[in-house]
């Protein structure tokens, strides 16, 4: 199966996880919906970005192509996960599975590099964090994470 087909693939689905998780999020009561349904409408955005580039990669390089086959036990952990992260959510919280699901996802991509595989994520949710619970006040869902480091 041509590189750019199973692309195409896991952009659908992901845009459909984006969809799912987005529907997911308008149940969410007052503000703390804003950033889950925002980041699954950027998520869906870009999915289908994706989604179109695989596609004209498709149609450009025809269906007899030349690459090496996609790996896909490789490719089946990556939408275990995926669908992993969209369950795990209501029951860790965002922030946890985010922290969670990122440097797994990356990893299993192969980018070895620890500080970033492990600091990327961490910088994100911070970032996250401070905008959400501290500069706009929002009330933010109760959360393992928050637990844990007791912010909450």
Do not use: H
Request: one cysteine or more; glycine letters at 8%; hydrophobic letters at 55%.
């Amino acid at each position: 199966m041509p590189r750019p087909l199973i692309e195409l693939l896991c952009a659908l689905l992901v845009s459909g996880l984006c969809i799912a998780g987005f529907f997911e999020a308008i149940r969410y009561a007052g503000p703390s919906g804003y950033l889950p349904k925002t980041v699954m409408a950027l998520g869906f955005l870009l999915a289908l970005i994706w989604a179109f580039q695989s596609a004209l990669q498709w149609r450009k390089e025809g269906s007899a192509s030349s690459q090496k086959g996609t790996d896909l036990p490789r490719l089946s952990v990556f939408i275990g996960l995926s669908i992993a992260y969209i369950v795990l959510i209501p029951f860790l919280g965002y922030f946890t599975a985010t922290l969670l699901f990122i440097p797994a996802v990356t990893l299993l991509l192969g980018y070895r590099k620890t500080p970033v595989l492990f600091g990327a994520p961490v910088i994100f949710v911070v970032l996250l964090y401070l905008l959400f619970g501290l500069v706009l006040q929002v009330q933010l869902p109760d959360e393992l994470l928050f637990q844990l480091v007791g912010t909450n």
